[in-house]
């Protein structure tokens, strides 16, 4: 039985049920929505209008230069901007959570104190966050492949994957860099405000690189451009940016297993 | 390995960055006693318990539990000891009951089958949420399952705190269950009253370290005795102020009071020499005697201590 052989991850799953369904269906939801509008919104002769009476500047800032096409339409609205908003307050927050909030509360004290070693209670943690967020992306993926299809939009159903893929490993990367700060130093805010903080600024890093000359220099410190900038959703697949995205979970979930065994815990 | 000392602290030094919490602590826990391990709030004693279960590191100095390193010793070492900690945080939509099932799933099943008779014997409703629970529910939880899988060690930290009187003797009574069937039980308490009755003997710590030693029976011979002599007239400190045994002196008007500690000898020959209309000798509470050792600086309380033993030699 899985409670017996993954007992940590097996009792947050189940004590986690309940958000994760209604963040299930808030993400199902909204990003259902955006795309449900595309034939009125994206498709229509305002949604150009508008766009040509925005400055230029914050057009391409927002991606929204090719707004008027479906990859352009899909970018602006689910894939650039509503569904990693979503999942990284998500991840950083469940990531911050799961080992320097439960830390900090006292209830990971008697956790620690039972017959498992420090490497697993990480492990186990971590795993749950893996699999919260996986399970999330794929409900988001599932839920625009359906509605692409539809009404009708002209995108590759590999190419939404490819994109998903990046999502989720973008998502994942900020979400296990919460979780390796909270490792590194047992403070749920210093997790939870580095991280977000990280966040917010490799959006701001991406955006500011489509408005400036140097902008292929900036994005190469930009997780978010490393997602975005090869245009997955047009040309598919892209096995060095994901890579690249790959390698931010990777260091972070070592950090989080080395640092977390070695320190004094809730002090 | 087998030893009869199952806890064993030499020189254990904690740091919290600038704060010293251990200051080189020696203690010693013998193969089936129950050890009283009393200090004030902010001693060092949870410190101690957390360096024993390998929550954290010692600075310097080492420790030994069950014979093996904390760390070293890892979740086997773990296995074998009850740990009820001094800050029970539990949180959580589950039910008391699936949470104890779940920490016994960490110890791979062990003491599942107890949860249910020991939570009766405790009126510990098993159905109702966690975040629910009351204060004294919640510390029946932690009672639970530090003694569900009958551990060789028990460590409690602060056990009856938020238990009433009623359950915290019914409390003390599983405590001398478990050294019955032969654990070895480690205790503290911030209060000796809570610890005295199940206790074999008891240590002192204080600003991190040890400052004594003692089966209950000879810390209560040095709490002494609080003497009241009354006289006919007004009598000078003078025949009194110099008497061994004697101390902390006063005198107000034809009332004597002062603290003995040994033979009550020369005191009473001194009063002698003056007409004695009423005198009282009352035993002291153990307590006092710790009020004591918290009260005096540390570098008066080593003499303090040395002279303590002389006595009881």
């Known amino acids: 039985m899985l409670a017996d052989r993954l007992p940590v991850l097996s009792s947050l799953l189940r004590e986690r049920r309940r958000s994760l369904v209604l963040w299930a269906i808030a993400l199902a939801a909204i990003n259902a929505t955006y795309v449900a509008f595309w034939p009125a919104m994206g498709a229509g002769e305002e949604m150009q209008a508008l766009v040509e009476n925005m400055p230029e500047g914050l057009v391409q800032a927002l991606g929204y230069d090719a707004i008027g096409t479906p990859t352009g339409y899909l970018e602006s609205t689910v894939f650039g901007l509503l569904a990693p908003a979503l999942l990284l307050v998500f991840a950083i927050g469940a990531g911050a959570r799961l080992l320097a909030g439960e830390e900090e509360d006292g209830t990971l004290e008697l956790e620690l104190a039972h017959p498992i070693a420090r490497r697993r209670v990480v492990a186990e943690r971590l795993g749950t966050l893996v699999v919260t967020v996986v399970a999330l992306v794929a409900v988001t993926t599932a839920v625009v492949l359906a509605l692409v299809a539809a009404v009708d939009m002209d995108v590759a159903a590999s190419a939404i994957v490819a994109t998903a893929a990046g999502l989720l490993l973008l998502v994942l990367g900020f979400g296990l860099v919460a979780f390796g700060l909270g490792a590194l130093t047992g403070r749920h805010g210093v997790a939870l405000g580095v991280a977000g903080g990280l966040a917010v600024l490799a959006y701001v890093t991406d955006a500011l690189a489509a408005l400036v000359d140097w902008g292929r220099w900036l994005e190469a410190f930009s997780p978010f451009s490393w997602y975005l900038g090869p245009d997955p959703l047009t040309t598919g697949w892209h096995a060095g940016s994901l890579a690249a995205l790959a390698a931010i979970s990777v260091v972070a979930a070592l950090v989080a297993l080395v640092a977390f065994d070695r320190r004094d815990v809730g002090v | ?313």
């Open chain 2, 1 to 313: 390995m087998t030893t009869d000392v199952v806890i064993r602290t030499h020189a254990l030094v904690k740091d919290y960055g600038r704060t010293r919490a251990l200051a080189g602590l020696d203690l010693e826990v013998r193969r089936g006693e129950i050890f009283g391990f009393i200090g004030p709030n902010g001693a060092g004693k949870s410190t101690t318990i957390r360096v024993l279960l390998d929550l954290l590191r010692p600075t310097a100095g080492r420790a030994e539990v069950l014979g093996q390193d904390p760390r070293a010793g890892g979740a086997a070492l773990r296995a074998r000891i009850g740990y009820l900690p001094g800050e029970l945080a539990l949180k959580g939509r589950q039910t008391a009951g699936s949470l104890l099932q779940t920490l016994a799933r960490l110890r791979g099943g062990a003491g599942a089958k107890r949860i249910r008779p020991l939570a009766e014997r405790f009126g510990l409703d098993l159905e109702r949420p966690i975040r629910g629970l009351s204060k004294g529910n919640k510390q029946k939880v932690g009672v639970v399952q530090a003694f569900m899988h009958e551990p060789e060690l028990l460590i409690l930290d602060e056990p009856t705190s938020g238990l009433d009187p009623l359950l915290q003797r019914e409390f003390l009574e599983l405590v001398l269950e478990a050294r019955a069937r032969g654990a070895t039980v480690f205790m503290s308490s911030h209060v000796l009253s809570e610890v005295e009755d199940v206790a074999a003997r008891v240590g002192i710590i204080r600003q991190g370290q040890m400052v004594d030693v003692d089966d209950v029976a000879t810390l209560r011979h040095h709490a002494g005795q609080l003497i009241t002599l009354t006289f006919a007239e007004p009598v000078g400190p003078e025949a009194f102020a110099a008497l061994p045994a004697v101390e902390n002196l006063s005198l107000e008007g034809c009332t004597l009071r002062c603290l003995l500690h040994g033979e009550p000898d020369a005191l009473l020959k001194a009063a002698a020499r003056h007409h004695v209309v009423a005198w009282s000798a009352e035993n002291r509470e153990l307590e006092d005697l710790f009020l004591d050792y918290y009260r005096v600086p540390p570098e008066e309380l080593d003499s303090a201590a040395e002279e303590a033993s002389a006595h009881a030699r």
